[in-house]
């Protein structure tokens, strides 16, 4: 069974800096497909960062330039660096593996069709 366990949420001041972790356990290749996923309690799921097995990558616009996704495969552990925080990054960030790419996913914002998610860890940015 997948399971992906976040880390490395916090309270941050804007301007500043956090770093997201995934440790993914449960399947054996590394065919599965990563991503991050936010959520602001009332509103829709977004797309924030992707990782196919190939290594291609996506970004949600508002986040170009300051969110940077990455792997260390032999670890499964799935990053998310983030820099210049802004109070709309604040959210829910969730952890998501599925076998379909995760960035045509995320481009085309199907996210009800990902497969395996963690329980997320929480990101505020105040002002």
């Known amino acids: 069974q997948v399971q992906l366990v976040e880390s490395g949420g916090g309270s941050v001041q804007a301007g500043g800096s956090l770093r997201l972790s995934c440790a993914a356990s449960?399947?054996?290749?590394?065919?599965?497909?990563l991503g991050w996923i936010r959520q602001v309690p009332g509103k829709e799921r977004e797309g924030v960062a992707a990782?196919?097995?190939?290594?291609?990558?996506y970004y949600e616009d508002s986040v170009k330039g300051r969110f940077t996704i990455s792997q260390d495969n032999a670890k499964k552990i799935l990053y998310l660096q983030m820099i210049n925080l802004k109070p709309e990054d604040t959210a829910m960030y969730y952890c998501?593996?599925?076998?379909?790419?995760?960035?045509?996913?995320?481009?085309?914002?199907?996210?009800?069709?990902?497969?395996?998610w963690g329980q997320g860890t929480q990101v505020t940015v105040s002002s």
């Open positions: 990782i196919d097995s190939d290594g291609k990558t």
């Open positions: 449960g399947y054996t290749d590394s065919s599965y497909n």
């Open positions: 998501a593996a599925d076998p379909m790419s995760m960035t045509a996913i995320q481009a085309l914002g199907v996210l009800g069709a990902i497969r395996h």
